[in-house]
């Protein structure tokens, strides 16, 4: 008996279908299979072992291409979306924990052998469909912030808007900077984007998409801004630029009038080992001319968000 000819293990998910018609026999595939060299990633779909990733988000993405292959109309769409796009969630749980979801045409999507994956089957408009860094489609940014935001609380629908508000706006110009992200005519095309986006869709987000802000830096900010407008605080100015003798400074939340600063921290925040000592330099510089400066945890606002909004409202007498 010969030994079997060797064959290319496949990087990307690949149908049993395609293998056998590209030549490659049952023995074959199952001969890779026990040796553990190739991997069954939902049925009837396979990929080397090596391609497998490491990273819990990256395998979300490779079931979702997976899907993909096994459904052919097949779009990645809402959670799987937000995790290719890297849209922040507004919960503790990331996108790729959620299972794998994808959009298929209407007459589609039925019969799907692995439970784990949810098909959604509607029709999307060409310009919501666009494609992945490894070439399979996806929804759009906009399209697919108005799918994850669509029925959540102003505060959650901010967290996924702003964020693609913000990306949106990376595509309007070679090079970003932070006068683009605070630009109102980029800001108001990334709003525009974001509407077209959601027109048809049942429920909409609108409130969120008017409220919407790429220049709001962070889940945490948005979360702040989302709360403080539900609560009736009086809006603050977002990233303003505060010149001082010591450098110019970008505060998360500014009430100029009232000389009050706000500023939500995280760990993100303090990575660097000077992060801290220098945040703490700021501050004094800033409440050395007069301005009131109050904190609050990222955590805060997401768990106890009426004890940060009385924080904020007692710095501005209210």
Not at 36 to 53: A, E, I, K, N
Not at 123 to 136: I, K, S
Not at 142 to 151: E, K, N, S
Request: with cysteine; net charge positive; proline share 8%.
């Amino acid at each position: 008996m010969r030994p079997p000819r060797p064959w290319m293990l496949p990087t990307q998910p690949v149908t049993r279908a395609l293998l056998l018609a590209s030549g490659v026999t049952p023995a074959m595939i199952e001969s890779q299979r026990r040796a553990g060299r190739l991997l069954t990633v939902r049925h009837g779909v396979y990929l080397s072992s090596d391609s497998w990733p490491d990273d819990a988000a990256a395998r979300h993405l490779v079931l979702g291409h997976a899907e993909q292959v096994a459904n052919p109309g097949a779009v990645l769409s809402h959670q799987s979306a937000a995790a290719s796009w890297g849209l922040p969630s507004p919960s503790f749980q990331d996108w790729h924990e959620f299972p794998v979801c994808v959009t298929l045409p209407p007459g589609q999507g039925h019969g799907s052998q692995q439970r784990s994956a949810l098909h959604r089957v509607m029709d999307l408009p060409a310009e919501h469909v666009t494609r992945d860094a490894e070439g399979y489609e996806v929804t759009s940014i906009a399209r697919t912030a108005i799918d994850v935001a669509a029925g959540r609380p102003l505060p959650d629908s901010l967290v996924i808007l702003d964020a693609a508000a913000r990306q949106l706006v990376g595509h309007y110009v070679s090079k970003p900077r932070r006068s683009d992200y605070a630009n109102p005519r980029l800001a108001r095309a990334a709003r525009d984007q974001l509407a077209a986006a959601a027109i048809g869709r049942r429920p909409v987000p609108a409130r969120g998409i008017g409220m919407s802000d790429p220049v709001r830096e962070s889940a945490a900010e948005s979360l702040s801004a989302g709360h403080f407008l539900l609560a009736g605080l009086p809006v603050p100015l977002y990233q303003a630029r505060v010149t001082t003798r010591g450098g110019t400074f970008y505060p998360d939340f500014l009430w100029p009038e009232l000389r009050v600063i706000g500023e939500v921290d995280g760990a993100i925040k303090y990575q660097d080992a000077n992060a801290f000592v220098l945040e703490k330099q700021r501050e004094q510089i800033l409440r050395d001319l007069g301005y009131i400066v109050i904190r609050w945890l990222a955590q805060e606002i997401m768990l106890t968000p009426w004890v940060v909004i009385e924080r904020v409202a007692r710095a501005l007498s209210l």
